[in-house]
C-alpha cells in the first residue's frame, strides 16, 4: 500500500485556488569535467511521488472547483539507453507514482503554456520548491524558471518547501515502519560489526563491512557515510578518514545507519575494543548514557528541540562535574559540542522547523556525546525515537547500549 496519492491530496488541499505547483526531481550534479555525481532525488519531489529519476516533475493544478495530478518523465531514447541502462517508462511512472497522467518531457512546456493560458481557468499562483540546489537543467534552477514564469504571465511565486516540510515533519504510520525496517537491518549490520571487531584491525574494514553487509540489489544502501574511529578518533564528531589501526585499549565509536526506500535510520554506540571498558571509558560512557536515556524519559509534545538541548547540556554538565570529569563547569561546552537531536526521515538530517514545537508523529534523534581528545575517549549513544501524546517510543531500542550488556555480548563472541 502506498500513500503518495494522499500526500499530494493533502498539498492540492493546502494550494490556493487558481494555482499550479511544479515540483522537480532534479538533476546530476557535475563532479568534475565530463563526470556526474551519482544522482540524488530531490527528496521533496520523491515524498509526493515515489520517483527517483532525475529530469522529472509533478505538476499539481488547482484551478476552480477541478484539481488536475500530471508527472513528466524523460522520453524514451534508444542511444542514451546503450549508454546510461533503462529508463522509467510511463506505465512503470504511473504505477510507482499513482499519477495516471503521465507524460514525456516533451509535452511539458506545451501543456505548462495551456495551463497557464486557462485550460483550467485563471492562474495566478504559481508554487515551486526554491531550495537553492533544486536544478532543472544544467544550471537553471526552480528559482530561474520562477522569475521567467513570473515575467510572463504575471505569477505570485509561492515557495512550496515549507509546506511540504510541514508534512514531512509529522510521519504517517507506513513511513514509520519504513523507519523501524531501516533501523532492524542497522542492527543486524552492528552485530556484525561487534563479532569482526578485534585490536589491530583498521576503522575502514568495519566502515566497508558495514556498507558491504548492508547492500541490496548490488547497491550501497547506506543512509549517511559511515563514522568509524577508534580512540582519540571518535572525539571527532565527523571522522572522515578511518585509516588507523584500532588498538586493544581503544574505545570505538561508530555513528551509522541503512535506509529503507530512502528512510534513514541513524544509530551512534561506543564500545570498548578489548570488550570492557576502563574505568575512565565506563564513567564518561555512563555520563553519556545517563543522558541519553533522561532526555527520552523528558521528550513530550510541545516541547522544542532547543529545549531538548537545554535540558541535555544542563543534564552532562552536571553528571561530569559529578563524576569529576570537568572544573569548572562551564567546560561542558568545550566537552559537549553539538546539538542534542534532529528529526529524520527520508533525509538524515531531515527537513524541519526547530522552532516548532514536537508533536505525535515527529521521529527524531536523541544523541548525547562527550569528547575528551586529552583522555582519547569520545563517547556518543544515539537513538531515533518516535514522538507520541504520551512517552515516546524508543524504535532502536532493540539496539543494546548497557555497559554490563556490551560487555556480557562482548564476552559471548570470544
Ligand atoms: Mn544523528
Known amino acids: 500500500m502506498k500513500e503518495f496519492d494522499v500526500r499530494r491530496a ?35 519531489f520523491f515524498y509526493l511521488s515515489g520517483i527517483e529519476q532525475e529530469n522529472s516533475c509533478l505538476m499539481l493544478i488547482k484551478g476552480v472547483g477541478v484539481t488536475k495530478e500530471n508527472l513528466f518523465i524523460d522520453p524514451f531514447d534508444p542511444v542514451k539507453e546503450r549508454w546510461t541502462g533503462k529508463k522509467l517508462n510511463v506505465d512503470q511512472a504511473k504505477d510507482l507514482s499513482q499519477v495516471s497522467n503521465v507524460f514525456t518531457n516533451d509535452a511539458f512546456a506545451s501543456m505548462l503554456t495551456l495551463v497557464f493560458e486557462g485550460k483550467y481557468g485563471e492562474i495566478k499562483n504559481l508554487y ?85 553487509s548492508g547492500r541490496e540489489k548490488g547497491r550501497s544502501n547506506l543512509a549517511f557515510s559511515t563514522i568509524v574511529g577508534a580512540g582519540v578518533n571518535s572525539t571527532c564528531l565527523h571522522y572522515p578518514t578511518q585509516d588507523c589501526k584500532i588498538q586493544a585499549d581503544d574505545i570505538i565509536l561508530f555513528d551509522l545507519g541503512y535506509r529503507e526506500n530512502l528512510y534513514c535510520a541513524d544509530i551512534s554506540r561506543t564500545y570498548p575494543v578489548s570488550g570492557v571498558y576502563s574505568p575512565m571509558q565506563r564513567k564518561v560512557y555512563e555520563a553519556v548514557l545517563n543522558c541519553n536515556k533522561a532526555v527520552i524519559a523528558y521528550i513530550r509534545e510541545g516541547l522544542t528541540i532547543k529545549d531538548l538541548q537545554e535540558f541535555a547540556t544542563n543534564y552532562l554538565k552536571n553528571e561530569c562535574v559529578r563524576l569529576k570529569l570537568i572544573s569548572p563547569e562551564e567546560d561542558i561546552r568545550k566537552y559537549y559540542i553539538h546539538n542534542i537531536s534532529h528529526h529524520l526521515g527520508l533525509d ?23 569528547y575528551f581528545p586529552e583522555l582519547k575517549i569520545g563517547v556518543r549513544i544515539e537513538d531515533d525515537v518516535l514522538v507520541t501524546s504520551g512517552r515516546a517510543e524508543v524504535l532502536s531500542d532493540s539496539i543494546i547500549k548497557e555497559a554490563n550488556d556490551i560487555e556480557k555480548l562482548f564476552k559471548t563472541k570470544k
Open 10 to 44: 493533502k498539498l492540492l488541499d493546502k494550494m490556493e485556488n487558481n494555482s499550479v505547483a511544479l515540483i522537480f526531481s532534479g538533476v546530476s550534479k557535475i563532479s568534475s569535467e565530463d563526470e556526474f555525481l551519482p544522482f540524488v532525488v530531490n527528496r521533496n
Open 348 to 370: 538524515t538530517h531531515d527537513i524541519s522547523d526547530r522552532s516548532r514545537p514536537l508533536e505525535k508523529g515527529n521521529v527524531i534523534t536523541v544523541e548525547p556525546g562527550l
Open 128 to 212: 515551486v520548491d526554491l531550495a537553492p540546489e533544486i536544478k532543472i537543467k544544467n544550471e537553471y534552477s526552480t528559482k530561474s524558471l520562477a522569475e521567467d514564469f513570473k515575467a510572463k504571465y504575471n505569477l505570485n511565486i509561492i515557495d512550496v518547501y515549507p509546506m511540504i516540510r510541514d508534512m514531512r515533519m509529522v510521519k504517517s504510520e507506513l513511513e514509520i515502519e519504513e523507519l523501524r525496517a531501516a533501523i532492524r537491518k542497522t542492527n543486524i549490520g552492528i552485530n556484525r560489526l561487534i563479532k569482526a571487531l578485534k585490536p589491530g584491525m583498521y576503522e575502514y574494514e568495519l566502515a566497508d563491512l558495514f556498507e558491504f
